[in-house]
């Protein structure tokens, strides 16, 4: 009996000792796989590129090997580089809309605004008449699509001639008073080597009108159809465009000047879709410049 009452406690030591067994197979196993693991990592070459660390770099003078040189020191000096750079730029970005705020303010001071222009009068009547306060930088007649008299914009070379030219406010002008006010806009400026080169230009200039606004999908043959049908006979007409802005633009050159003064009228017309807006050139149509073909 005392032999097989131990008996289970003999079991039970055996299966002490299986599990101890059992566990240390799993330990041996984990120890043998952490091992094995090693074993692989430590025939990887540290120095490889796939594996080098981004913050160190390459020195070409030295064959199959780096610098242990943290490459972030040449790094933070080429982000500061461009750091610096980019502020720079956006410094200069900044002073150039300073500035170029600056001048389109004091061009304003410098501007007026003329209404109720007969539609006789051109830009050179015009512009004598406001001469006497001061010297006229530029002056600008534009077409009224709610009235049949137009208004103007008149710069002068300082604000004096600019306070003086409100004195002239009811003068009359052709057969109707001027009105004459401080301008909230500024005149923008002509390319000059588009401006009139001698005095056939400056003539053709009268006989030339600036329209805006055209539809995209009105053509060339439409634009000359409709002037000549409204205005007189077109000799030149030069129709521009660009996939930026959602309308075109037209010289268009009548071959009387009566007629460009008649085309004056036909701002707030709708040509195409869109009411078009017409305004005497300051720039005469030219020839295109046939550039000769290489053979």
């Known amino acids: 009996m005392a032999a097989v009452a131990d008996m289970p406690g003999e079991t039970a030591v055996a299966n002490g000792n299986n599990n101890l067994a059992v566990e240390t197979s799993k330990s041996e196993s984990k120890e043998f796989n952490v091992q094995k693991l090693v074993d692989m990592f430590t025939k990887l070459n540290p120095f ?112 004096e001639g600019a306070r003086a030219a409100l004195n002239l406010g009811g003068t009359m002008l052709g057969f109707y008073p001027v009105r004459v006010l401080p301008s909230k806009t500024a005149i923008l400026p002509v390319n000059p080597t588009f401006l009139p080169r001698s005095e056939d230009e400056r003539e053709l200039c009268a006989r030339t009108v600036y329209c805006t606004n055209i539809d995209k999908k009105v053509s060339q043959a439409e634009v000359k159809n409709f002037f000549e049908s409204a205005c007189g006979e077109v000799t030149r007409l030069r129709l521009l465009g660009d996939n930026v802005h959602s309308t075109r633009i037209a010289f268009v050159e009548f071959a009387m000047a009566e007629s460009a003064i008649v085309a004056l009228n036909c701002s707030g017309l709708v040509l195409g879709t869109q009411p078009i807006r017409v305004s005497p050139s300051k720039t005469p149509v030219r020839p295109r410049v046939t550039r000769p073909t290489s053979r």
């Open 48 to 159: 490889a590129k796939e594996f080098f660390p981004s913050s160190y770099h390459h020195n070409p003078t030295k064959t199959g090997d780096f610098d242990q040189v943290p490459a972030n020191k040449q790094g933070n000096a080429n982000y500061s580089n461009r750091r610096r750079r980019n502020n720079n730029n956006q410094a200069k970005r900044k002073l150039n809309g300073k500035a170029f705020r600056a001048q389109r303010d004091d061009s304003i001071r410098r501007t007026v605004y003329v209404s109720d222009i007969d539609q006789t009068i051109t830009e050179e009547q015009l512009a004598g008449l406001f001469s006497n306060c001061g010297q006229v930088v530029d002056c600008r007649v534009c077409g009224d699509p709610h009235s049949v008299l137009r208004f103007a914009f008149v710069e002068f070379a300082d604000e």
